[in-house]
């Protein structure tokens, strides 16, 4: 996929990527259609031009095919600790592999490490607009890494702790939980890498956060049993939805507009499904072993959610 340059903004690739015709199919009943042995999987990400998932588990990174829901091989990350979280930028054929130790950076094309990025790495998040690496310490720091290098470009300090980030790269803005009572999301400037303002979010303990970048909204995932909805336009809060339970990670189909909750603790373990229209939860599907960690590719309404236990679920979300 060619990357043109277009004066600095999306190239026409991502743009591509980014704007897909919005589906017209009527929305059916998601359920479970597959569950793929991978044990003491942290987290998922995928790459929607290729169609596979990767998903850390153990000492490697697992690669999943969306067609098959099979593991095709795996990509061996070779650190004291293992590897945590998991990003990929399908312009570059990059895959960012957090550890406490580094960011481990990954060619796709040969499933090999190419880049070792001397930061104590755990949330991650790719600019694909900027081909920019947001990484999260889980202290009180965010690495800003460029992608072309491998270079760390700067260290954006937070007053307290930070989880995980998203990016919305059409308006260049990335957005990081804060782990505060109450909880709070970090606007950052990607233009700048300046953090733009701070948002109040309408629960506790912010843990993870998801952009819905066709409609302007961020959601964010509250761990005391809420999702709050934030208008990326103004930097507000627009509403809080109470889910119970402790959520955890978020995926957003923005073509869809659903949002999936990871929610366990107070008897769930359940993937719940958010009307964005309305901000009412409108499904729940059950999801053994506790999920954890969720992508989704909604050009193939494909929703992967990592557990506790010993499968990787897949979900047919349309």
Avoid: W
Avoid at 122 to 129: L, P
């Amino acid at each position: 996929m060619p990357a043109l340059s277009l004066n600095g903004k999306l190239t026409l690739a991502a743009a591509a990527l980014c704007l897909l015709p919005l589906s017209t199919t009527p929305a059916r009943a998601q359920k479970v259609i597959a569950a793929i042995p991978i044990p003491n999987a942290t987290d998922v990400a995928i790459n929607p031009v290729t169609a596979l998932a990767y998903v850390p588990s153990g000492p490697a990174v697992a690669i999943v095919s969306e067609k098959t829901n099979t593991v095709l091989g795996y990509a061996l990350i070779e650190s004291a600790y293992g590897p945590e979280e998991v990003a990929v930028n399908p312009l570059t054929n990059r895959l960012y592999v957090t550890t406490s130790q580094a960011l481990y950076v990954v060619d796709t094309t040969t499933n090999l490490v190419v880049a070792t990025v001397n930061v104590p790495a755990v949330g991650v998040a790719v600019n694909i607009a900027t081909n920019k690496i947001y990484v999260s310490d889980f202290e009180s720091n965010v690495y800003v890494v460029d992608g072309r290098t491998n270079n760390i470009l700067k260290d954006i300090s937070f007053p307290q702790g930070v989880e995980n980030l998203a990016v919305n790269p059409l308006t260049n803005r990335i957005y990081v939980a804060e782990d505060l009572f109450p909880g709070k999301v970090g606007v950052i400037n990607g233009a700048t890498d300046t953090i733009l303002t701070t948002v109040n979010a309408g629960g506790d303990l912010t843990f993870s956060v998801g952009v819905d970048y066709v409609h302007n909204l961020v959601y964010t995932a509250d761990q005391l049993g809420t999702v709050s909805v934030i208008d990326g336009r103004t930097n507000t809060l627009k509403t809080t939805i109470t889910t119970g339970g402790q959520p955890g990670d978020l995926s957003v189909d923005p073509l869809r507009n659903r949002v999936y909750v990871d929610n366990t603790s107070n008897g769930l373990s359940a993937i719940q499904v958010i009307n964005g229209a309305n901000d009412k939860i409108i499904n729940t599907v059950s999801i053994p072993g506790g999920p954890n960690y969720s992508d989704i590719d909604p050009y193939r309404s494909r929703l992967f959610v990592t557990t506790l236990g010993p499968n990787v679920y897949v979900l047919q979300t349309n």
